[in-house]
């Protein structure tokens, strides 16, 4: 009985979001969960939509600014962080429709005179590998140091970014696997302003923003945004908004519940925009062939959806925001979920919303907690992925920071006993301990991905 109402509930969220059915709905299971992150301090407030070709559903609970202020709507502007990496992808699509970039492209030949890209001998970088995270650039650059880590993207320049070019070396062979890379997000924006000739925020109001009819994305707020936004909360101090300076393409845009539900609306097809073809070859798998570890499109991911299918997705994360946007042509739905506080990822209800099978996990909240000297050194070490690359964990200054790859060392934040977050990355650090608590491992979460890596000394 109980297998046959699951059954039940499944045929029935697969015909509310199937082409042409009725109306969009977003489950009780879904509203509980938020009420419950609100209610416990996990989120300030978030606001959920659905969409399908008949009509969207939203939903908004908690308070735009703590403890009371006003409750989100619709129009309620929140910090949307990586999910413009999609936005520039389609940017990079409608350019390859234009026929004024090409997807092969070399970086090289968009570069200044004096600025060297890094290569691998048998395969330059090109415009793919960046918008595939699998151009072997580190996830940030070796030479990111921020004066500011409450905005810690402000202060890195053009010319810090060309000095990082001339001197990086490749973390692996360009086109052989997938690494998750703000670097590489960023070069490509600044690639394509330098290919049209024109400042990449400029670019994207112009070809997307503007397009699309998104009166309420831009990465500059205007002034009537300004009086809509949810402030950003990291727990429940207030976070400043991130100013993006070069990685404006990695991360820049904010928008609203209604601005992104018409988006995916028009990534369904139910719309019609000037951007078609564009948003197709978005929604296309660009991966070179061998990357086992991730589909890409043009900034979208790609995830199999369990019973047939492919949910089209990203997420987001910023110093107080979190944010998910997903879709599945097959059956015509899409999902949103904003919220304004950094302290975990919401991506379970975007999944869930799109895949009722999806599990709605039991969350644990991004709270900063104090560890002794000795249970933060007791992680310091050598950790080897399968693929031999390491993460070197130092204690240094009273916290742990963490080096992978070519990245810089950044510092993680305890949120448990084991579990760390990055403050200038949308990702975490687990520490895995056996039975008597020794450490014998870790695993980085970043992007939907898992790279666990086992402790070496």
């Not at 059954?7 to 109306?23: D, I, K």
């Not at 709905?25 to 301090?41: L, W, Y």
């Not at 579990?419 to 870790?442: C, H, N, P, R, W």
């Amino acid at each position: 009985m109980i297998a046959m109402r699951f059954l039940h509930a499944v045929l029935a969220f697969m015909l509310a979001c199937a082409l042409n059915a009725g109306a969009a709905s977003i489950p009780e299971a879904v509203k509980a969960a938020v009420r419950e992150r609100v209610d416990a301090g996990q989120a300030a407030s978030m606001a959920v939509g659905l969409v399908d070709a008949a009509d969207a559903d939203y939903f908004f609970y908690g308070h735009t600014v703590l403890p009371d202020g006003p409750a989100p709507n619709e129009d309620t502007v929140y910090e949307i962080g990586s999910i413009t990496k999609v936005f520039t992808g389609i940017l990079l699509g409608d350019m390859i429709v234009r026929g004024e970039v090409a997807l092969d492209d070399a970086v090289a030949g968009y570069l200044p005179p004096g600025v060297k890209m890094p290569r691998d001998p048998a395969m330059p970088v090109t415009l793919r590998h960046l918008t595939t995270h699998t151009s072997g650039l580190a996830r940030m650059p070796s030479n990111f140091a921020s004066a500011d880590p409450a905005n810690p993207y402000a202060d890195y320049t053009v010319a810090r970014l060309h000095a990082y070019l001339n001197d990086a070396q490749l973390s692996y062979t360009t086109g052989s696997r997938y690494l998750y890379s703000n670097t590489g997000a960023a070069l490509l924006g600044y690639v394509l302003e330098r290919a049209a000739g024109k400042p990449y925020a400029e670019l994207l109001r112009e070809r997307v923003l503007e397009a699309m009819g998104l009166t309420d994305t831009a990465i500059t707020l205007t002034d009537g945004m300004r009086a809509r936004l949810a402030h950003g909360h990291a727990g429940k101090e207030p976070a400043p908004n991130w100013d993006m300076a070069v990685f404006a393409g990695a991360g820049s845009l904010r928008s609203t519940a209604a601005d992104m539900v018409k988006f995916l609306r028009l990534n369904l097809g139910m719309a019609d925009t000037p951007l078609k073809e564009a948003l197709a070859l978005s929604h296309q798998a660009h991966t070179p062939a061998g990357v086992t570890e991730a589909r890409v499109g043009l900034g979208w991911h790609l995830r199999a959806r369990e019973g047939g299918g492919e949910i089209v997705w990203h997420n987001g994360g910023t110093g107080g925001y979190r944010t998910f946007a997903g879709f599945d042509a097959a059956r015509g739905c899409g999902a949103v979920v904003l919220a304004n506080s950094n302290d975990l990822s919401n991506d379970d209800l975007g999944f869930h919303l799109l895949d009722e099978i999806a599990l709605i996990k039991q969350s644990v909240p991004r709270t900063k907690v104090a560890l002794t000297e000795a249970q933060l050194k007791r992680y310091a070490g050598n950790y080897r992925a399968e693929d031999g690359t390491v993460f070197d964990v130092r204690y240094h200054k009273e916290r742990l920071e963490v080096k992978y790859m070519e990245q810089p060392r950044l510092p993680v934040v305890a949120a448990s006993e084991t579990k760390f977050f990055y403050e200038a990355l949308d990702a975490e650090i687990e520490f895995q301990l056996d039975a008597s608590g020794a450490v014998t491992g870790l695993e980085l979460h970043q992007a939907g991905m898992r790279v666990p890596a086992r402790k070496v000394e």
